[in-house]
């Protein structure tokens, strides 16, 4: 018995596109709030804005002061949330149904009505910054950063969501302004409900509370493509600590290009399917897939993710490996691209297909059993392309042949399209081991 | 829901839910680090890691293949008390994942590869830990609030030495010693048919012979030391530091439990971090991350106030704590604080029994902690009975302005903290 219903879509005439999924999982919903705005839409000199934007969007409307907004979801037995990445902002509710009106009125009033205070504004750049230097105490998320900003020279995919630290200490309250009033517009954004409501009340309360916002400009999506890799490239960083980390990023397919559904199966066969949601994205490989097998079986390395999400644009298929003690770096990455080429060169047999698309079908029923994950993926998917990716997944990755995930795998693992990046421990860092 | 215990001691919860194709498995047992032989800490952990390794009739390698091949998760947690085997799969293989996990707990063969592979990947962890500043600030506090021989000092990863010590005939007779039926916990929720599925369990773990205490040994008390202890280390190459505070909390089945679950949620967790994210963060914009959580357990977890916070604004940030802890224990909490937070508590239910995870999580905690059949029913009127008396009586027995203690990893401080905070 499937809790959903269908989907019902609506364009309002300034622009806003809304999805309701009706879903009888519990007597609650969750609306999410999307906006066409993430890092990647940024400008040197703003970087990080986006999500600093996100943050000022907690911090009181004309009509939800902050101090009422600090408790306004919780106090109704709910959780509300944001995140911003490089394509999309957003920010979303889980409530208990009865309260889904003031769900949307707080969205209502985020899109057009948000104070942005110069103070508070002020206040939230010490924050951001101690967002930005949690980040970089972490050894692997600063190779991450520098990977991306290696594979990427003109795509506004090059820098941090959280941007570069000089940026954030210049930003001025008026760019935030400006940003604001240009990206948070109807026709920009994309209101999802999911849960156990009734769409033609809930129609009802969105017309009222959305439909008078002046439609605004669509923003202009325009972002300098990324010309084609010459060669590999290769980054290195020293640290503290005591541990090796291995980095290797390919250029990927984006959600327009028929080869994401080869490379979700090539990344299932070789490593273990892990969703199309970045909310509960999980990295870690398989134990019974080849990276394992040839690379934590045979303690080469300790641990091992894949990453691999669909996005607007061509972003990354990205590796991250942990060297076991007494393993060098170069045998780390001998092996590394062994098993890949090794995998690359085979036509997947029918088992390993198989495997790999019962695994996709199990992990995609798993990541749909609450009304959260419902709406996350499709406010996702309308933000970056459309929720029809959603629904035709599981057929587009039925379709796809042993041949042609194989004659994918060996085009993405070209030596010319990656990008290595490594660790290594106890040389220049700021001191060494602690 | 159906509930049953076995003849062998095995306590059964079965429970439907059609809404998803799916089903979760938790299978719970009375062994964890508390058992863990000195010297030997991370035993409980090896032990749990090792059972997907291979049993008599199926190498891991089988095992590993069939859960990837219908598209299975499973995992092992360990923590003092307990071993936990997880489980979520599609309908139809439910039985074969209850009969994989059968042979895993009674007859798992500890393969030496395995052994050797599983002990690097702890060691790695373990050295990773002593580079991260939270975990370098969470080790500290632990070992400042609890004596040497208590099991809540450490981690269940053990140490370095620890592991690296512990051989196979220890795992081996880890397992015979520990891993028994009696007061074992499995609980199933999903688009399930209860009966027929109790009677599969009843054939497949029917057998399982029960031995030894069915219940984890009680943990000593514990009690939060007399006077202020201030531990800082330096990790030179870190942008900023963590620090972690706090006390030795409560037991599960404490009687404050409800008391101090209010009082925590208003001191540093309802909203974004309470009274302490709307000073150090939002007022002050001290830090990204600032709350308060405690962990009941079998035995008095510890009650932490934790935060990231850069080596010149510590000293402030931890000024702070100690303020609104000097405020919580000299005031009542206001009646809207109150109402607010026990709505949270209280509605919130629904979306925490949204899933089957979520549900067997649930089930589980119930059974667990022996909180009755009615435990949802009651939940209600149990947030309902604590008032700002009882919050502020809480908040005068755990927490105090005088003795503490105080744990902080990562840059140089500018001054050391005792002068900041005299």
């Known amino acids: 018995m499937s809790p959903k ?177 240009e990206h948070y517009v109807p026709s920009n954004a994309t209101l999802v409900v999911a849960g156990d409501f009734s769409p033609v009340g809930a129609m009802k309360k969105i017309r009222r509370l959305f439909g008078g916002i002046p439609s605004g400009e669509r923003s202009d999506l325009y972002r300098t493509p990324e010309m084609p890799q ?14 090796t980390y291995l980095h290797v990023a390919y250029r990927a397919p984006s959600v327009n290009d028929e080869n994401v559904y080869c490379l979700l199966l090539f990344d299932a066969i070789i490593g273990g399917a892990k969703g199309t949601s970045i909310w509960s994205y999980d990295g870690d490989v398989r134990k019974s897939s080849p990276l394992y097998k040839e690379l934590v079986d045979k303690r080469i390395a300790t641990g091992i993710r894949s990453f691999y ?74 933000t970056i392309q459309s929720h029809r990716f959603v629904e035709t997944f599981r057929e587009r990755i039925e379709a796809v042949t042993a041949a042609q995930v194989r004659d994918f795998g060996q085009e993405i693992l070209r030596r010319r399209n990656r990008t290595v990046g490594t660790y290594v421990p106890g040389r220049n860092g700021k001191g060494g081991r602690g | 829901m159906r509930r049953e215990v076995l003849s062998n001691g095995l306590r059964v919860i079965v429970k439907s839910n059609p809404l998803s194709p799916a089903v979760a498995v938790r299978l719970c047992l009375h062994t964890g680090s508390v058992h863990d032989p000195r010297d030997k800490e991370g035993t409980a952990l090896l032990t749990g890691l090792l059972l997907e390794e291979g049993t008599k009739k199926r190498s891991g390698e089988k095992i590993a293949d069939w859960i990837d091949f219908v598209g299975a998760e499973t995992d092992v947690a360990v923590d003092a008390h307990a071993t936990i085997l997880l489980g979520s799969m599609m309908r139809g293989d439910l039985e074969k994942l209850l009969r994989i996990f059968r042979e895993m707990i009674v007859e798992p063969t500890f393969p030496m590869p395995a052994l050797r592979r599983i002990q690097g990947q702890i060691v790695s962890g373990i ?21 040497p021989a208590h099991p809540y000092r450490r981690s269940s990863s053990g140490t370095r030495k620890s592991v690296s010590r512990i051989t196979r005939r220890d795992i081996a007779r880890f397992h015979a010693d520990h891993y028994h039926p009696n007061g074992g916990i499995l609980v199933i929720v999903g688009d399930i048919n209860e009966r027929e599925t109790l009677r599969r369990v009843k054939t497949i773990l029917g057998n399982w012979k ?26 030179k190459d870190k942008s900023q530091n963590d620090f972690q505070f706090g006390y030795v909390g409560i037991p599960r089945l404490d009687d404050d439990f409800y008391n101090a679950v209010v009082m925590n949620q208003i001191l540093g967790a309802f909203g974004i971090g309470g009274r302490l994210g709307a000073r150090i963060r939002e007022k002050e914009g001290l830090a990204y991350y600032v709350g308060s959580g405690f962990r009941p357990s079998v035995g008095a977890g510890p009650f932490v106030v934790a935060g990231g916070v850069g080596p010149d604004h510590v000293g402030r940030a931890v000024q702070v704590v100690l303020e609104e802890i000097d405020r919580i224990r000299q005031q009542k909490v206001t009646r809207m604080e109150m109402a607010d937070t026990k709505r949270f508590l209280i509605d919130s239910l629904p979306l925490r029994l949204e899933t089957n995870e979520g549900i067997a999580a649930f089930l589980l905690n119930e059974e667990y902690y022996n909180l009755g059949p009615d435990y949802l029913k009651q939940y209600k009127a149990l947030v309902e009975s604590v008032d700002r008396e009882s919050v502020l009586t809480v908040a005068r027995r755990l927490l105090r302005t005088d003795a503490y203690s105080l744990a902080v990893a990562g840059p140089e401080l500018p001054k050391p903290l005792e002068e900041v905070l005299a």
């Open chain 1, 230 to 243: 010459q060669g590999e490239r290769r980054v290195s960083i020293e640290g503290g600590g005591s541990t």
């Open chain 2, 210 to 235: 029960a031995k030894g205490d069915p219940f984890p040994p009680a943990v000593a008390d514990a009690h939060t030391p007399n006077r202020i202890r201030i531990k800082t280390k330096v990790l």
């Open chain 1, 5 to 181: 219903t269908e989907l019902i879509e609506h364009t309002l005439r300034n622009g806003l596109k809304v999805l309701l999924q009706p879903a009888r999982t519990a007597p609650i919903v969750s609306v999410w709030c999307w906006y066409k705005v993430g890092s990647s839409y940024e400008r040197p000199g703003i970087t990080g804005i986006s999500h600093w934007l996100e943050h000022m969007n907690f911090k009181g409307t004309r009509k939800f002061s902050k101090e009422d907004m600090k408790s306004l979801i919780e106090k109704r037995g709910g959780y509300w949330n944001g995140y911003t990445w490089i394509d999309q902002t957003t920010y979303f509710e889980t409530l208990p149904k009865e309260h889904l009106g003031l769900a949307l009125e707080l969205e209502a009033e985020r899109m057009s009505r948000s104070v942005i205070d110069a103070a508070e504004f002020e206040s939230e750049r010490s924050v951001i910054l101690s967002e930005l230097h949690m980040g970089e105490n972490s050894p692997e998320s600063i190779l991450d950063k520098e990977v991306t900003a290696s594979v990427f020279s003109s795509h506004g995919y090059r820098w941090p969501t959280v941007g570069w630290e000089p940026d954030v200490e210049r930003m001025a309250h008026q760019d935030m302004v400006d940003f604001y009033r």
């Open chain 1, 309 to 382: 999400i669909p996005t607007r644009d061509p972003f990354l298929y990205y590796f991250s490996a942990t060297a076991a003690a007494g393993v060098s770096l170069a045998k780390l990455e001998q092996k590394l691209f062994r098993v890949l080429h090794s995998v690359a060169s085979k036509t997947p047999t029918k088992r390993e297909l198989e495997k790999a698309k019962n695994q996709i079908r199990a992990m995609s029923v798993f990541q749909s059993d609450s009304v959260t994950e419902i709406a996350h993926q499709l406010g996702y998917f309308e």
């Open chain 2, 127 to 147: 050295q990773e830990d002593d580079h991260d500043t939270r975990a370098v600030a969470g080790r500290m506090l632990r070992q400042s609030l609890y004596r």
